[in-house]
């Protein structure tokens, strides 16, 4: 059969199909590298899945992202890379929260977004449930929506986390999209829609924030919380604070919060616990 396709074509194609070899090449060095890390004690023991390094590679490559693929694109990209180099090193499965009628909920379309389409993921019922198979080491990570003021008690799941075992070591989606703002000003990024909780203890990535569970005295009022941190350099970015069954108020704070930050301290609440840290999500757009 004659060729009719046009040289020019065909000589594109000859390039596509060099440099699909060469990422294919690199592709298989990667996993290679992975297969020694699951093998050897090069890890030390420490926790397979590691948020803060793969948002540190995330942040370096979108940093020096340039040309014609989308940032979304590349993205989609490198979270299936990490999320099979993820299986590679042992059961890795995540949970998360049926929506109505059993599809998937929003905070679902996220984990499968994230942890990748080969992932297993399995949904329960309620938040509670998804946070007792981290607890349980059916889960490796839960996905759970992230918390609302005025939510419902059953749906307040940080007031349940097992601390300090369980933290919140990620905010999704990482790649964030601009907040809708109708004003002019800088709409900075939409607030995370769901956090990851795992059995580890979260990295600093050098751009985080912390969240911090407060159990304060009834009279203590969500004014008296905000000054109370303020007062310390802890201002809170949101609370959310409920009253009953018990009071108890999640605060979101700027930084990588350590136990032994001598901040927390001199605080005047009768208990207060780090729930995690997350590093700050990369915006989907370039700003520059
Ligand atoms: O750096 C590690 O510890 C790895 O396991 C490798 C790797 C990756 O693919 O880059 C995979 C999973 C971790 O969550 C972080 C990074």
Redesign the pocket.
């Known amino acids: 059969m004659p060729d009719h396709t046009p040289p020019d074509l065909a000589s594109l194609r000859v390039e596509i199909d060099r440099i699909d070899d060469a990422l294919h090449d690199l592709l298989m060095r990667r996993a290679d590298i992975?297969a020694h890390?699951a093998a050897s004690r090069v890890?030390g023991g420490a926790a397979?899945?590691?948020?803060g390094?793969?948002a540190l590679?995330l942040r370096r490559l979108l940093g020096r992202h340039r040309g014609a693929l989308p940032r979304a694109a590349l993205f989609r990209l490198w979270r299936e890379?990490?999320a099979s180099?993820?299986a590679q090193?042992g059961n890795f499965s995540v949970a998360a929260v049926q929506g109505e009628q059993g599809a998937d909920s929003p905070s679902a379309r996220i984990a499968r977004a994230h942890f990748g389409l080969l992932t297993p993921l399995k949904l329960h019922a309620t938040t509670n449930r998804a946070l007792a198979s981290v607890g349980s080491g059916e889960a490796a990570v839960a996905v759970l929506p992230a918390p609302q003021d005025g939510e419902k008690p059953e749906a307040a799941w940080w007031t349940q986390m097992e601390t300090p075992r369980l933290r919140i070591v990620a905010a999704l989606p990482f790649l964030a999209q601009p907040e809708q703002s109708g004003n002019g000003a800088d709409p900075g990024l939409a607030a995370p829609a769901a956090y990851a909780v795992a059995a580890l203890v979260p990295d600093a990535t050098g751009r985080d924030r912390s969240l911090l569970r407060i159990e304060p005295e009834p009279e203590q009022s969500r004014a008296r919380i905000n000054a109370a941190l303020t007062g310390v350099g802890l201002a809170p970015r949101w609370m959310i604070r409920r009253d009953a069954p018990t009071p108890m108020a999640l605060v979101e704070v700027e930084g990588f919060l350590a136990e032994e930050d001598p901040r927390l301290a001199s605080l005047p609440f009768p208990r207060l616990q780090i729930l995690g840290a997350y590093a700050e999500p990369e915006p989907e757009e370039d700003a520059r």
Not at 48 to 51: E, V
């Open positions: 992975v890390m890890k397979t899945f590691r948020p390094r793969e590679i890379v990490i180099s993820l090193q």
